[in-house]
Nanobody
Framework: VQLQASGGGLVQAGGSLRLSCTAS?????MGWYRQVPGEQRELVAK???????DTADSVTGRFTVSRDIPKNTVYLQMNSLKPEDTAVYYC????????????WGKGTLVTVSS
């Protein structure tokens, strides 16, 4: 499975960005992780069809993950961005919630200026 992400860029604090990621075929779980240099990759949000999104506490209320199942696409709407949201964001896909095969897209950089 190939994951193609887009939508990163530079934005001022308080602004918004939307990331998109399309999978080359149907995949059960899709979502987003992020990573700051020198730190571990962390979950931002992920969702399975018909499931409740799993969203990090640090972005709850500001970021929303959504799926377009027929298009094999996941979105991340990011509002009220903060400088600490600056990271490389990675699209994620998995064939299962537990024990599935994981796939990663190339990262897209999000930079939030203060």
């Amino acid at each position: 499975v190939q994951l193609q992400a887009s939508g990163g860029g530079l934005v001022q604090a308080g602004g918004s960005l939307r990331l998109s990621c399309t999978a080359s075929r149907e995949i059960y779980v899709m979502g987003w992780y992020r990573q700051v240099p020198g730190e571990q990759r962390e979950l931002v949000a992920k969702v399975s069809p018909g499931g409740i999104p799993d969203t990090a506490d640090s972005v709850t209320g500001r970021f929303t993950v959504s799926r377009d199942i027929p298009k094999n696409t996941v979105y991340l709407q990011m509002n009220s961005l903060k400088p600490e949201d600056t990271a490389v964001y990675y699209c994620y896909g998995s064939t299962g919630v537990f024990g599935g095969v994981d796939y990663w897209g190339k990262g897209t950089l999000v930079t939030v200026s203060s």
